[in-house]
């Protein structure tokens, strides 16, 4: 491990990035209404999250779910220290994002080719070649970029992916510009050890800081995969409130590893998160119930709602 890598180790707090109103949203069959949209993310500031990913300005014949990511990115209430990313695949998004104000914004590609054509018509050098101009444009607009890297643990359709590959396209779109790696098992296939030898691996190209971590509990190994990465020094953790989320273009892959149980198992350890957790599992309880869906996080079924909201 780096020398960066060891440093983050000793850092006592982790930051969540909650995806839930984009990676759980975008997954929902039935169209969510704007004001829905609008509410779970201004609950999820209030309950003290620092980084909420708010929505997709991708093609909407993709993702109808998320047409309206203009209406819900301008309707929230914006909170000092709080960031807003959008996922943007191309810069036709960035424009999109940009002229509704957005100040932070996440490119996405895979490390395989199968999955990335599935998931944006493109390989995954051509989606690379997609974020040139985003990153240069981003560069003069004062915008920060995140990066995805996607089936990091194994894809739907190639198989078994190769970790020098992840390691080579998350330490590209890092060298390119993004100040953050999230690293994905799309459909929740790896185990702790796998995702621990995978996260060393890359964080001996990338610095341990600039790196995040993105689990889907399809196999219900999320929770113990980012308690292995979080004690080899990884402290940004991605998670979906109520565990939502999916994505519609990996066949079986289900629901984010809950912030609820994420957030309860690093306070547990002595972490800092700054989210208050009944504010978070009433916002997990709510939302569930407006989806008409079980509660995906463990800790939102384990307490009443009164108990948790007394
Ligand atoms: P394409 O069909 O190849 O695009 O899709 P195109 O460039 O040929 O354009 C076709 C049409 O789409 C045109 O409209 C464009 O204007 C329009 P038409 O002329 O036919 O009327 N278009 C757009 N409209 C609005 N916003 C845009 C946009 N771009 C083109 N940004 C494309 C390529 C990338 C657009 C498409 O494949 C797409 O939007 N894919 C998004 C899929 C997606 O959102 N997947 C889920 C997110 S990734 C994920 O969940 C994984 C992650 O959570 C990490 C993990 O778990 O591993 C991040
Ligand atoms: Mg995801």
């Not at 998670?239 to 149980?261: K, M």
């Not at 009944?278 to 996080?297: F, H, K, P, Y």
Request: aromatic share 6%.
């Amino acid at each position: 491990m780096n020398e960066r890598a060891s440093q983050s180790m000793t850092d006592s707090s982790v930051r969540i990035v909650e995806v839930g109103p984009r990676d759980g949203l975008q997954n929902e069959k039935t169209i969510v209404p704007t004001a829905t949209k609008i509410a779970l993310i201004d609950r999820l500031s209030a309950a003290g999250h620092r980084s909420i990913e708010v929505t997709s300005f991708v093609s909407p014949k993709w993702i109808p779910q998320l047409a309206d990511a203009a209406e819900v990115y301008l309707g929230i209430q914006k909170h000092e220290g709080i960031d807003y990313p959008v996922l943007v695949p191309n810069l036709q998004g960035y424009e999109r994002a940009l002229a509704a104000g957005v100040r932070e914004v996440a490119v996405f590609t895979a490390a395989s080719d199968a999955f990335n054509r599935k998931n944006i018509n493109a390989t995954v050098d051509e989606s690379i070649e997609r974020f040139l101009p985003i990153l240069e444009r981003a560069r003069n607009d004062g915008v920060k970029v995140r990066g995805y890297v996607s089936t990091v643990l194994g894809c739907p359709y190639q198989g078994e992916v190769e970790v020098r590959d992840v390691v080579r396209i998350a330490k590209r779109i890092f060298e390119l510009g993004c100040y953050e790696v999230s690293l994905g098992d799309t459909i929740g296939i790896g185990t702790p050890t796998k995702a621990r030898a995978m996260l060393r691996a890359v964080a001996d190209e990338v610095p341990m800081g600039a790196l995040a971590v993105h689990f889907h509990d399809t196999r219900g190994q999320a929770l113990a995969n980012v308690f292995a990465c979080v004690e080899d020094g990884v402290r940004v953790v991605d998670a979906a409130v109520a565990g939502l989320g999916g994505c519609p273009y990996a066949n079986g892959a289900t629901g984010n590893v809950a912030s609820e149980d994420v957030v309860y198992m690093l306070h547990g350890m002595g972490y800092m998160t700054g989210i208050d957790l009944d504010a978070l599992v009433a916002t997990g309880q709510w939302i569930s119930a407006e989806l008409g869906r079980e509660n995906g996080a463990k800790l939102g079924r384990a307490l009443a709602p009164a108990a948790v909201r007394a």
